[in-house]
């Protein structure tokens, strides 16, 4: 029986945009009206207020009014917390206060949506992949054509903001995969910030084009090693949180993960979850609801962004993969690790492993405090991948659809597949594709 592409009847495909088009991304944006003043007017789309095309940020509504978002500064069940040196409570308490406030403030949202460096990604429909799983439609969510690739975009672009408005002079961040780096470095260089990058030595070594791309764009990059955690995304948030704590009094520390002391993991989820809620209203314009949602799990950004909108919602699964050999999900155990309480990879007598993965962005020993939280609640299900696995992901993704995508979710591509034919025609998966890493990719069997 030959393959077959899906095409669930349910669906208005037509509606959809092709990923080759992009002329028609400003029609996909839901327009508001902004007086001149800059403050949101509730005047309709034809009154002579300028109007202004807006990302999918549903806490904007279409009259123009605010729709304040829910936070909560609380543990997630036995995660969370902050356990953090006396020296940055302070800094962590006036963080918390001031970003409560933000958040309610519709000019903040404003700022947001129109500035330079936000935008919304496309959904594609996978025809190919489709085919190939002869079940399911399978969606992937192009987060490779934000600036750089990095799919903390929406994240990193809120942080900045609100630094912005707190006074801050300098930012400092940590990254695993440059993208993330260059992505930081270019905004802050909009917004006239200093920009500190940590990334631990063996990542900085594996991207040294990309570090001179940064350091091009006016970034400092400070690499960062240890006996244990090597040079990978641990050494770096380690260096990046003592760096902020002797440089409180003028350094925002923009954690680019879900994890560390809070307020920082509800910060990244408040601004990263927009991704799902983008998601979802793209497959309402096409007439679809999602059936299962796949991505790569390393420190959580992925997971919090596309899976925390859907939570709620049984008939959705929330599918993660983790690399094999840095599964905090799969083999961790409970501990304290940066500021939170979170699974871990630890001996009996607490000391924290090393992790390996071919993917920079998988490679860590630990998990978001929120992420781990709903493994445990049952809530989302977690499989692992080898480097063979995500290798085997990049070239099915490179060969059937002409995407170079990051190896993070190239851990997630086989489940993609194996939950399309598992869930049949119909049914519709989405899978989020990041940005393509240059890290030697020329030495890779790809």
Known sequence: MQPRASTPPSCNISTHTDSSDTSDEETKATTVSIASDTSLSKTSAKSTATNLIIPYIPILQADGTLKAPQVSFDGYGSYGGRFAPESIMGFLYELTSFFEATISDPSFWLEYATFQGSRHTQLHMATKLTSLADGATIWLKRE??????????????????LARRMGRSQVVTDCASAKHGAFTAAMCARLGLSCVIVMGADDANAQREDVLGMEAL??????????????????????????SVCNHESAYYLMGSPVGPSPLPTLARTFQGLL?????????????????LVTAVGSGSGAIGLFRPFLHDLSVRLVGVEAAMAA?????????????????LQTNEGQILD?????????????????AHWKDSGRIEIST????????????????EGILSGLDSSHAVAKAIGLARELGPGKNVVLMVTGCDNIGMSGLDV
């Open 144 to 161: 490779d054509q934000n600036e750089y690739g990095t799919h903390k975009a929406r994240n990193i672009v809120g942080q900045l903001l």
């Open 218 to 243: 006016g970034a400092k990059i400070i690499t960062a090693s240890a006996p244990s955690g090597l040079g990978s995304l641990r050494a770096a948030i380690t260096e990046a949180l003592r760096y």
């Open 276 to 292: 799902g809620e983008e998601v979802a209203a793209q497959m309402q314009e096409v007439g679809c609801k999602p059936d299962a």
């Open 328 to 344: 905090a999900l799969t083999d961790g155990e409970l501990g304290v690790l940066q500021g939170a309480r979170t699974l871990l």
């Open 355 to 371: 992790s390996h993965s071919i993917s920079p962005d998988m490679n860590l020993s630990t998990v978001g405090p929120e992420v």
């Open 385 to 400: 991948a080898t480097d063979a696995d995500a290798l085997d992901g990049f070239k099915t993704l490179q060969h059937h």
